[in-house]
């Protein structure tokens, strides 16, 4: 009876300790916990005695998830821990580049990647021909994703 009065109370703070903690395996080895509790009970007790810890541990579960999801994050620890604010964004435009007129220097080096200055607006990109030094004259050959892939235009 002991064995498994602690492997429930061993779950329950396991469990608790995963609102703080993230992974998730802290939850999961409690919740192994309580369910090795719940087979002792079955093997202790018999059907009825077993029957009586897996109601106690969903009950248990439930609480704590309410505890967790309607109660802490009304509270002033809880406000800290939980996002309370939306954050939007969007990709940003795509641009059409003309790839003969492109023209441009080097912002950073390109190691292969890194930023390039093109038409007064700075964007990563690739070189394909390895490194390239800072202010270095390139070429637009082509775009990849969310970068241009360019060549030393010298």
């Known amino acids: 009876m002991t064995l ?3 492997l429930f109370l061993v779950g329950m703070v396991l469990l608790s300790a995963e609102i703080i903690l993230p ?3 802290i939850g999961v080895i409690g919740g192994l916990a309580m369910l090795a509790g719940c087979v002792l009970s079955f093997s202790e007790f018999g059907v ?8 106690v541990a969903a009950v248990i579960v ?5 505890l967790e999801f309607a109660v802490l994050p009304k509270t002033k620890t809880g406000r800290k821990l939980f996002l309370n604010e939306v954050i939007s964004g ?4 795509e641009r059409t580049i003309n790839y003969q007129d492109c023209i ?3 912002v950073t080096k390109l190691a292969p990647s890194g930023l390039v200055e093109i038409d007064g607006t700075k964007v990563e990109a690739f070189s394909r021909n390895g490194f390239l030094d800072e202010d270095t004259p390139i070429k637009v050959v ?3 994703s ?4 360019v060549i030393p235009t010298e």
Do not use: E
Not at 90 to 93: E, F, L, R
């Open 142 to 144: 082509a775009t990849d």
């Open 104 to 106: 441009g220097k080097t």
């Open 4 to 6: 498994i009065v602690v």
């Open 23 to 25: 992974g998730g395996i």
């Open 48 to 55: 009825g005695g077993g029957a009586v810890a897996v109601l």
């Open 146 to 149: 969310f970068r241009v892939v």
């Open 90 to 93: 969007t990709a940003g435009k």
């Open 62 to 66: 439930a609480i704590m998830l309410w």
